[in-house]
């Protein structure tokens, strides 16, 4: 069965203190993986997309990797506006466009 | 702003009772797609539609429906409802029915049975 875990469930940074979300993926064939953002009451906000292994995706202090078996979400020298839910997703093949989501990571970074 | 509209924003009922979500997707997009976020479960997908035909199904319950339109707006039926319905239900939409698009979300609808 086609599975996303994420870890940690929860994780608390000063700012300007680097880390790395996980995202670990079991799939019959993996089609992309995403990455979305999620603010509370707001929908996921999308943030990357990864095809293949070695690919690497930059957008402000943000950078996802992508390996066989797991993607990774870096943020360096978080700011507090950068406190959220990270939620990582993959499309299989044979599932049409679904979306498998992990649980997320509920980041917050504190001043 | 995601450009996909969803209304209303709040919706509180009781058992029994029968509830329609409204979606309009993205400017340019034929696919929408139906999720539910609850806080044991995550977000998991329900349906998902393409030019008007259904084109995938999840863990959507029989009483539960869902339809798009001509004009591609969507809308979730939920009926006979029971407390634990109670979640946020978000929709989605993309360009096409297989390409490998990410998805863009509404702010969802929040469900609240009593």
């Known amino acids: 069965e086609d599975q996303v875990t994420q870890s940690p469930e929860a994780l608390r940074l000063q700012e300007g203190e680097s880390s790395s979300l996980n995202c670990s993926y079991t799939?019959?064939?993996?089609?992309?993986l995403f990455w979305y953002r999620q603010d509370p009451g707001k929908g996921p906000e999308f943030l990357f997309t990864?095809?293949?292994a070695g690919e690497e995706k930059e957008k402000e202090r943000l950078k996802a990797t992508l390996t066989k078996k797991e993607s990774f979400l870096h943020i360096t020298a978080p700011k507090p506006e950068d406190s959220a839910t990270y939620l990582c997703?993959?499309?299989?093949?044979?599932?049409?466009?679904?979306?498998?989501f992990g649980a997320g990571t509920r980041l917050a970074v504190h001043p | 702003d995601s450009g996909v509209t969803q209304t209303p924003k709040h919706l509180i009922t009781a058992t029994g009772q029968r509830v329609t979500l409204r979606c309009s997707p993205r400017?340019?997009?034929?696919?929408v797609y139906w999720y539910q976020q609850s806080l044991d479960q995550g977000l998991q997908f329900l349906i998902q539609?393409?030019?008007?035909?259904?084109?995938a199904k999840g863990n959507i319950l029989e009483r539960f429906s869902a339809q798009q339109f001509p004009d591609l707006h969507s809308e979730l039926n939920l009926s006979s409802l029971e407390l634990g319905d109670s979640a946020l239900y978000f929709c989605?939409?993309?360009?096409?029915?297989?390409?490998?698009?990410?998805?863009?979300f509404g702010d969802g609808t929040r469900l609240s049975i009593l």
């Open positions: 997703a993959v499309q299989a093949d044979g599932g049409y466009n679904k979306l498998i």
């Open positions: 990864l095809y293949s």
């Open positions: 989605a939409s993309s360009p096409g029915p297989t390409q490998i698009k990410p998805q863009h």
């Open positions: 799939v019959s064939g993996l089609r992309g």
């Open positions: 539609y393409y030019n008007g035909e259904e084109r």
């Open positions: 400017s340019g997009d034929l696919s």
